[in-house]
């Protein structure tokens, strides 16, 4: 499958803020009980900018249609000091496979080098090869709110 797609900023498309935090609150809102859509919400409302982290990135095909989310964060991983990680990364079942996930990490590896940072952070339950792919490392293993994850690090210098 070949989708024709671009990467642009959340804060440029308000309108999918809900759709963002549906797709989120979807995918791991169990790994926060007693969390809520609507706090899911006013988080990511809270990632709309351009300048630093927090900040949430949405892919979009040539409909101008949400074809994915990634999002550059802070404290991923609570008590973990390490900073920033890239975190939500999201295409929706019928985007998926056709490349939009792959430059979602790549997007976000690029903002957080453009903000000067050298190194970005990750954890996942689901897909370490396909961040292994992409030029992660993985830096340990070990259970994180009854889920078995993968942390993995990025050296943004050496892009
Ligand atoms: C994981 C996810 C973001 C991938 O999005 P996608 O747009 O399908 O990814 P891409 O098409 O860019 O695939 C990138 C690479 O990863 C591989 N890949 C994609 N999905 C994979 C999966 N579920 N398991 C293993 N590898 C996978 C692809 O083969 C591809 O490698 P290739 O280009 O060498 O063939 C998407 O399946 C998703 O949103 N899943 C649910 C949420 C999730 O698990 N997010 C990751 C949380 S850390």
Partial sequence: MHIDFSIVPLVERPDLV????????????????GTT????????RASMRVDGVPMIVVALDGDGTPV?????????LKGDARNPWLASVYVPPRARRG??????????????????YERIYLFTASVP???ARLGWQTLEERSYRGEHVTVMSRDLTSR
């Fill in 68 to 76: 994915g989310t990634a999002s550059l964060i802070d404290d991923d």
């Fill in 129 to 131: 090869a396909l961040y």
């Fill in 18 to 33: 809900t759709t963002v935090a549906r797709w989120g609150f979807g995918e791991w809102g169990h790994l926060a009980p």
């Fill in 99 to 116: 490349g939009v996930g792959a430059r979602l990490v790549r997007a976000v590896e690029r903002l957080a080098a453009g903000f000067g």
């Fill in 37 to 44: 859509l609507d706090d899911r919400i006013a988080r990511v």
